[in-house]
Each structure stands twice: as C-alpha cells, then as structure tokens.
C-alpha cells in the first residue's frame, strides 16, 4: 500500500520519489509502464499535485521516467550499465609508482574556475558552512586565549567523548581514552601503517582502491598486492584467502564500508568474516572508514573492530567527508598499537587544531551534526542518480557505471582502448577536473576507467561538464 509519513524528516516530494522507485525495482512497475496521473497519485497518497509534479520532473532528471506529450509519465527503459569486477588471480606484490599522475590531478583540483569532478568531497554538496561558523564564533568567545592554544598529544578530550558516542551508537563500545585525533584521516592512515609495517613489507589492497592509500604505501617503501572486489559487496573473501596462501601479506588497508572509487557498501556480516579471516593468520586490518556515515540507505555499519578478538583493526576516519575538509580532524582507534600510534603521533605533527576540535565538539553535542547527515544523504544519492543519468544519456555506447551505494563517486568504465590519463588532460584544458582510473591501481589495471565526483551542488553547469567530458571521450574512441 502507498503511504506518506507527513510527519517525517523526508521531504514530501522525496517520499514520493522512494515510493515510485519501490515500485519499479521491486517489478511492480515494468519499462514502459505508465505512472498513475499527478491527480490520481496526489489523491491515493494524500499530497498535493505540485508535489507530486515535483518527484515526476525529479524522476524525469534522473531518467528514471520519461515525459511523452500528451500521454504523461512512463518508466524509462534504462540501458544495462552495471559494471563487473576485477579478476586479480595474476596480481603479484609491486612496487607503487602514481606520485607523479596524482600531483598533476591536485594540480587540476585547485585551478581557478574548475568544475571539480577530481576530488572526492560529499559534504559539500549541502555544507554546513552557517551552522559551523555559528559554533565556531560561540566557542571563540567562550574559550578565548585557550583556543588559540595547542591541542592535546591525543586530542581533545570532549571531541573524543563525543566520538566515542557516536561509535556506541553503530553498535561498539569504545573507551573515549583509546580514541586519538589526527589531522584529517590521511594522518590517521599513515600513523597507522608505519606503526605496523615496515619497508619492503606487503601489503594488500582492494582493486580499485583509493589513490591516497597507494600513494602512502609508495612513499614508505612497502609492496602492493591488488585484491578481487565486487563493485556491489566489497572485498571477494574467497579470492582475499587464495592471495594469503601465495603470499606474505602483513596488513590489509580496506575501505571497509563504502570503497573508494566503486561505492559499493558492505554488510556487518561481511565485515566480520573479514576480520576472522585475517586474526586466524595474525594479520593486521586498518579500516578506511570515512565513509562509513554516508550510506544512502541509512544502515547501520559497525566499525571492523567491533568483531576483533585480537586487537589486531585499526580504525581510521574524518569529519572531512561529513563536516568540514578545511579542518582537518580525523581519529583512529588503534586497538593493540595505542602506544605506537601516540607515540607516531607526537613525533610527525605534536597535535592537531584545537579549534576545530572544540568546534566540532559542540556541533555534536548540538545535533547540528546528525541534522547536518540527515539532509545531506538525500543531496548525495539525488546528485549520484542524476549524474548516472546524464552519464547513461551522453557518454558512447558501451560505457558502464557503478551503482555507488554510499559516498559521493561514480566509477566509470569507457569503451575501447580510450585512455583516462588523455581525457584527464583534454578535459583540464576545458576547465574539468576528473580523476583518472590508472591513479586507483598499482598495476596500472583501470586505465579504461575515470572516477566522477558528485559531491558539490548540482547545477547547469554540472550537466554541461558531463556533457563535454561524453564529447572528449567520443572524440578518443
């Protein structure tokens, strides 16, 4: 039966959307069908007729429906454009040479006037920029001279009671002691590694996987090896056992919950069949979990190391996906290597902004932040489908898409032998950034592929990049 909850946090127009998208995944709806008349939907359900006019065009946008003159609403027939995984059999430990190419895509990022599909920035979409420079400004004039001040070793001591929290509410108790702040989460990443591995060391990554991980483990001299995962669920466990029986992997690197380019999300099942498979062979997890609030479903993913019996997971995530890039706050729960990571910690930056740590406190403790999550999620999973849509309208016959079940990135793989790297530097000459798939492998596999951020607002000029990025890639078949 359709219903609308009115007195929900979702907009009506949305609810609207959720409930003709149930339809048609569930096979209540076929292509071709006709959708009932915004008088008629408007009456079953109990909203207006300019609402549901409003999820019509919205559904329209993202070519899930189309318009036919003087007939209505139709379910669009949509091309067949999922993408398969990565057979990594072949796939040895190597050396990790991307320094180069990644310096070249930052370059882009930061140029004046560019459209920025290069850089993977969710809150954005919809930031919080008011509701955080209140907070900012209130707790400025409450702490005076101390927020000018250095920060705790291990941060401060609210932010963390307010992190661990929030870690009790995904299911996992945590002490706020055993939780230390860093400088953004790629802080967090390299403390971890160097407190758990050596040069020379191997270490096993997802394919693909995020570029900031490879480039980490190129500059402190350790080995990549590449890992089947499935652009729907995650890390193949199967193929991660056959690689620790050919190899000598000392520590996995997982985007355990959302991957970083594919979006695919992950279960709590998962995650700790994943952690037994590794603590049966002594081998160290560090999770990538900076995605971990940003599933568009609104499931609740438990950090691995609620399942470690060993301490042997390391957590790693950010307010930088979710809050604020510009602060640079992230945390790691160390499990065993508390010791070592403080002790990293204090050597390589001392601490990290007090600030913002006090800033981000308090928009916690408000509920600015999870007010902040629950608009955002909606802006993210709209601007994913519209850009799939434009993506599947424009670009050559014979490209596929990821289906990104959380994040702000579509992984996308163009026909031919067209090269991401050319279309990276065509598409910076007209004023796009993209990030090019050869960056998010060490073995050089994703040449074919482009990653696409749609963590910004969604806007005209939005649609016309995409437009000019499908005119490039036709051009280079």
């Known amino acids: 039966m359709l219903a609308i909850d009115k007195t929900g946090q979702d907009y009506l127009y949305q609810q609207v959307i959720d409930l003709i998208l149930e339809l048609i995944e569930s096979g209540t709806l076929l292509p071709g069908d006709r959708l009932p008349s915004l008088r008629k939907l408007s009456a079953r359900v109990g909203v207006s007729v300019p609402t549901v006019k409003q999820a019509y065009l919205e559904l329209e946008r993202q070519g899930r429906v189309e318009a036919r003159p003087q007939s209505g609403y139709f379910v669009h027939a949509r091309k067949q454009i999922r993408l398969t995984g990565a057979n990594c059999e072949s796939c040895i430990p190597q050396t990790v040479e991307c320094r180069s190419i990644v310096e070249r895509m930052y370059d882009g990022i930061h140029q004046t006037g560019v459209v920025p599909f290069g850089i993977a920035n969710p809150c954005m979409a919809r930031p919080a920029a008011k509701a955080l420079h209140r907070t900012m400004k209130r707790v400025m004039s409450r702490a005076e001279d101390r927020s000018l001040g250095y920060a705790p070793t291990q941060g401060e ?22 939780i230390i702040i860093t400088s953004g989460g790629q802080e967090a990443l390299s403390l971890c590694l160097q407190a758990v591995a050596k040069p020379g060391d191997v270490i096993a990554v997802e394919s693909p ?10 500059s402190l001299g350790m080995l990549a090896l590449e890992i089947e995962t499935c652009p729907t669920g995650g890390v193949v466990l199967a193929s991660l056992n056959q690689a620790i029986e050919d190899h000598d992997i000392k520590v996995c690197m997982f985007s355990s919950v959302v991957n970083n380019p594919l979006g695919s999300a992950t279960n709590n099942s998962h995650r700790k069949a994943l952690v037994e498979l590794l603590e049966s062979r002594d081998i160290v997890l560090i999770e990538d979990d900076v995605y971990g609030e940003l599933v568009f479903d609104g499931q609740v993913n438990t950090p691995a190391q609620s399942f470690s019996k060993k301490g042997l997971v390391l957590t790693c995530s950010s307010f930088s996906k979710t809050a604020a890039p510009g602060y640079r706050i992230g945390w790691v729960l160390p499990g065993n290597f508390k010791q070592k990571v403080h002790r990293l910690k204090r050597c390589m930056s001392c601490s990290s902004g007090l600030l913002q740590q006090l800033t981000l406190a308090e928009f916690l403790a408000s509920g600015d932040y999870d007010r902040h999550l629950r608009a955002l999620l909606p802006v993210l999973r709209c601007n994913a489908q519209r850009m799939a849509a434009v993506i599947e309208r424009e670009f050559p016959e014979g490209t596929l898409c990821s289906e990104p079940q959380g994040g702000s990135v579509l992984w996308i793989q163009m026909p031919g032998t067209v090269d991401s790297e050319l279309v990276f530097s065509k598409a910076l000459c007209k004023g796009i950034s993209l990030a090019p798939g050869s960056v998010f492998s060490p073995g050089d596999r994703y040449r074919h592929f482009i990653r696409l951020s749609y963590g910004h607002p969604w806007s005209d000029k939005t649609e016309a990049a995409i437009s000019s990025l499908a005119f490039i890639v036709k051009e280079a078949l």
Do not use: N, V, W
């Open 209 to 218: 996987t995020y570029h900031g991980l490879l480039e980490l483990i190129e």
């Open 157 to 178: 001591p609210s932010l963390r009671r307010h992190i661990a929290l929030r870690i009790l509410d995904r299911g996992f108790q945590m002490d706020p002691d055993d």
